[in-house]
């Protein structure tokens, strides 16, 4: 924690309005807030959360570096998913949390160049400060489709037909953490502890919390004072989105595991994580509202909570196999010759996407469908929907 850098002075004072905000709820909650509501108040607190204030997130400046930010290969490989989709239903393209707005960027490109144009590109982004970062990226890089591109404040209605994309954005869906005591699952809160925030259990046990997490800790012989965290939000998004998917395919990528490596007895401290300047830590409380607070994803929760809105698994796979699949080394092939600088660079953020040290197999890529037959693109080399 001593070789984090410091926030700057403006930053810090941003912070701490959030701090007073959070304190505010804290008096009025009793004192101690469910970590769910504070960690939805870290990354989205209007004008305050990570992802609300206007800081720096992305790439060499910021606190991480995505695949759409690491190479354009990463949004050329997914346009050749989304153009099968595409040719056989037609319709749109929504993306959910579209960060830079690079991956909207690559990816029209090249579905331009296959002539798998959708008709619209819907951007679904909470941030108002992002959202002013995408329209000015696309707006500048991709001058010519950007009338394609519309900002929505909510899903569409129903009758949806096309692709819906997700990367990244489980991860930073608010989770609930809880402990296990070998016969009961205890809620994990917030509360104030001097200056700072820590842990603390809550009086107020959850129900729905309980009654997800009891089975699993008993299935998989968890110790007492396992400790992890479940996304209980999931459920209900997935089907918000099969409410309005009449005919396509929702493509989640992020990094995580099936349920029986998530809540493994060795990982017993869960996946909670924190982002800051390219750093990784474990301490939720630095800081509130200056890093970024992720949780890993338990894809067989995507999975079930596919199902059971009504959705088909239809393929599950590492991040490597799906790039691969979808035509990662004719992309290498047509980089220009070994000998030249552009060969070499390209070969590198290739080598980050799907090495398995880099973000190969600890990222994953699920695609939920409705209305749609056939092997999709990205799945047929290996698909992995066994293991969940």
Same mark, same amino acid.
């Given at each position: 924690?001593?070789?984090?850098?410091?926030?700057?002075?403006?930053?810090?004072?941003?912070?701490?309005?959030?701090?007073?905000?959070?304190?505010?709820?804290?008096?009025?909650?009793?004192?101690?807030?469910?970590?769910?509501?504070?960690?939805?108040?870290?990354?989205?607190?209007?004008?305050?959360?990570?992802?609300?204030?206007?800081? =720096?997130?992305?790439?060499?400046?910021?606190?991480?570096?995505?695949?759409?930010?690491?190479?354009?290969?990463?949004?050329?490989?997914?346009? =050749?998913?989304?153009?099968?989709?595409?040719?056989?239903?037609?319709?749109?393209?929504?993306?959910?949390?579209?960060?830079?707005?690079?991956?909207?960027?690559?990816?029209?490109?090249?579905?331009?160049?296959?002539?798998?144009?959708?008709?619209?590109?819907?951007?679904?982004?909470?941030?108002?400060?992002?959202?002013?970062?995408?329209?000015?990226?696309?707006?500048?890089?991709?001058?010519?489709?950007?009338?394609?591109?519309?900002?929505?404040?909510?899903?569409?209605?129903?009758?949806?037909?096309?692709?819906?994309?997700?990367?990244?954005?489980?991860?930073?869906?608010? @989770?609930?953490?809880?402990?296990?005591?070998?016969?009961?699952?205890?809620?994990?809160? @917030?509360?104030?502890?001097?200056?700072?925030?820590?842990?603390?259990?809550?009086?107020?046990?959850?129900?729905?919390?309980?009654?997800?997490?009891?089975?699993?800790?008993?299935?998989?012989?968890?110790?007492?004072?396992?400790?992890?965290?479940?996304?209980?939000?999931?459920?209900?998004?997935?089907?918000?989105?099969?409410?309005?998917?009449?005919?396509?395919?929702?493509?989640?990528?992020?990094?995580?595991?099936?349920?029986?490596?998530?809540?493994?007895?060795?990982?017993?401290?869960?996946?909670?994580?924190?982002?800051?300047?390219?750093?990784?830590?474990?301490?939720?409380?630095?800081?509130?509202?200056?890093?970024?607070?992720?949780?890993?994803?338990?894809?067989?929760?995507?999975?079930?909570?596919?199902?059971?809105?009504?959705?088909?698994?239809?393929?599950?796979?590492? =991040?490597?196999?799906?790039?691969?699949?979808?035509?990662?080394?004719?992309?290498?092939?047509?980089?220009?010759?070994?000998?030249?600088?552009?060969?070499? =660079?390209? @070969?590198?953020?290739?080598?980050?996407?799907?090495?398995?040290?880099?973000?190969?197999?600890?990222?994953?890529?699920?695609?939920?469908?409705?209305?749609?037959?056939?092997?999709?693109?990205?799945?047929?080399?290996?698909?992995?929907?066994?293991?969940?």
């Amino acid at each position: 924690m001593t070789a984090l850098p410091p926030p700057p002075a403006e930053a810090l004072a941003l912070g701490e309005r959030l701090v007073e905000q959070i304190r505010g709820e804290l008096r009025e909650c009793g004192g101690a807030l469910p970590f769910s509501r504070y960690m939805d108040l870290c990354l989205y607190s209007p004008g305050l959360g990570y992802y609300s204030a206007g800081l =720096q997130k992305f790439g060499a400046n910021g606190d991480f570096v995505t695949a759409p930010e690491i190479s354009p290969l990463f949004g050329r490989c997914l346009a =050749q998913a989304c153009a099968g989709v595409l040719q056989d239903c037609g319709g749109d393209v929504l993306e959910f949390g579209a960060g830079s707005g690079r991956l909207a960027v690559d990816l029209l490109k090249e579905l331009a160049s296959l002539d798998t144009l959708p008709e619209r590109y819907l951007v679904l982004e909470p941030s108002a400060e992002l959202r002013d970062r995408q329209q000015a990226l696309i707006g500048s890089d991709l001058p010519r489709l950007a009338a394609r591109v519309e900002w929505l404040d909510r899903l569409p209605g129903a009758g949806f037909h096309g692709v819906v994309l997700a990367n990244e954005v489980l991860d930073a869906m608010p @989770v609930e953490r809880f402990r296990w005591d070998g016969e009961a699952v205890r809620r994990l809160c @917030v509360h104030e502890a001097g200056e700072r925030f820590d842990w603390a259990e809550c009086a107020v046990q959850s129900l729905e919390l309980s009654a997800a997490v009891e089975p699993l800790c008993r299935e998989y012989g968890l110790a007492p004072g396992y400790e992890s965290e479940i996304n209980l939000m999931l459920p209900a998004w997935l089907q918000g989105i099969a409410d309005v998917l009449g005919q396509g395919m929702l493509l989640l990528a992020d990094y995580g595991y099936p349920r029986r490596e998530y809540y493994h007895p060795q990982r017993e401290r869960g996946t909670l994580r924190c982002h800051y300047r390219h750093r990784t830590h474990e301490d939720p409380f630095l800081w509130p509202g200056l890093q970024d607070v992720t949780a890993h994803v338990d894809f067989t929760a995507v999975a079930e909570a596919g199902v059971a809105a009504g959705l088909d698994v239809a393929g599950y796979t590492t =991040q490597a196999a799906f790039l691969i699949d979808c035509g990662l080394e004719r992309l290498l092939e047509a980089a220009g010759g070994p000998d030249s600088v552009d060969w070499l =660079q390209t @070969v590198q953020q290739a080598k980050t996407l799907i090495m398995p040290g880099e973000m190969g197999e600890s990222f994953k890529f699920i695609a939920l469908t409705r209305g749609l037959d056939g092997a999709l693109p990205g799945f047929r080399m290996q698909d992995m929907r066994e293991r969940l």
